[in-house]
């Protein structure tokens, strides 16, 4: 006698274009990581919604800055980046995270921009999301 085996089929489904607009009605900030560099699409934000930008570095070679002059109306800044720093102190090269906390507060489109600054200031690579505001 021949035994029937049920198969299950699981679906995935892509929620990244709704991603910021799910977080932001969850009351939760939508999250920016380097990864989003380049992307097709803009990032998606309520008005009045929470967005975080979280990106590595390494203190010895240098750190992310924001400047708001090259930066749209779009978000504001809530008080300076924090580091996170590694759970191994003390080691030489350790990647560390900057946060950088903002809040949409102006509907339209844009793009955020941060620049990568050696010790001495000088600008190095730079980092530029597009931004949409609702």
Do not use: C
């Amino acid at each position: 006698m021949a035994m029937r085996i049920p198969i299950v089929v699981s679906l995935a489904v892509s929620w990244a274009s709704t991603a910021g607009v799910t977080a932001a009605l969850a009351g939760e900030a939508t999250k920016i990581t380097l990864k989003d560099a380049g992307r097709k699409g803009p990032v998606v934000v309520q008005d009045g919604g929470k967005v975080e930008l979280r990106l590595e570095e390494q203190a010895s070679v240098g750190a992310w800055s924001y400047d708001r002059a090259e930066n749209p109306d779009l978000l504001e800044l809530k008080g300076p980046p924090s580091a996170e720093r590694s759970p191994l102190p003390g080691y030489p090269g350790i990647v560390q995270h900057r946060l950088f906390s903002f809040t949409a507060k102006k509907k339209g489109k844009g793009e955020l921009k941060l620049v990568y600054k050696t010790p001495s200031g000088l600008a190095g690579r730079t980092f530029t999301v597009p931004i949409e505001v609702r």
